[in-house]
């Protein structure tokens, strides 16, 4: 199976800082067996929509893992980009996390990501944080070949 980790950041995709969060995703995706790919991406509402498009229409990828974006500041669009892009939400899986988030830490809540389907394609929003990655990825884990059978095309 196929996973695409998108890491969304203005300022990483500006070169500046280092991306921790995505290459931490991508790790615990390939122990998964899943087959990643790994992109980069600045705020940008339209840009995000439609690399999730291109990613699920056109590269055949089966999950799509997103990592930043879904705070609560100004250029934090990651949740309405994918809601832009997907046909159908999956919530479970954005309230299951957030409900994993809160029993580390009180701002577990303040995480505003979503979770969807486009076509055979599961879309879910994850934390920017590494910490956060590994506390919502065995939320995530453990569902992954269910989901990928039931998203069978």
């Avoid at 969060?21 to 992109?39: F, I, R």
């Amino acid at each position: 199976m196929r996973a695409a980790v998108l890491t969304i950041s203005t300022s990483l995709a500006n070169g500046e800082g280092e991306d921790l969060s995505g290459p931490a995703l991508v790790e615990l995706c390939k122990a998964a067996g899943l087959q990643t790919v790994h992109e980069l991406l600045p705020d940008d509402r339209g840009a995000i929509a439609a690399t999730l498009r291109r990613l699920a229409d056109e590269d055949d990828v089966r999950f799509v893992f997103t990592t930043g974006g879904t705070g609560m500041t100004a250029d934090d669009v990651t949740p309405e980009a994918t809601l832009d892009a997907i046909d159908r939400e999956a919530p479970g899986y954005a309230e299951t996390i957030r409900a994993e988030s809160r029993g580390h830490t009180p701002l577990g809540i303040l995480t505003r990501g979503v979770s969807g389907i486009r076509g055979g394609t599961l879309i879910v929003n994850l934390p920017g944080n590494p910490k956060a990655i590994g506390q919502s990825w065995p939320v995530l884990e453990p569902t992954l070949r269910h989901a990928a059978e039931t998203l069978e095309r």
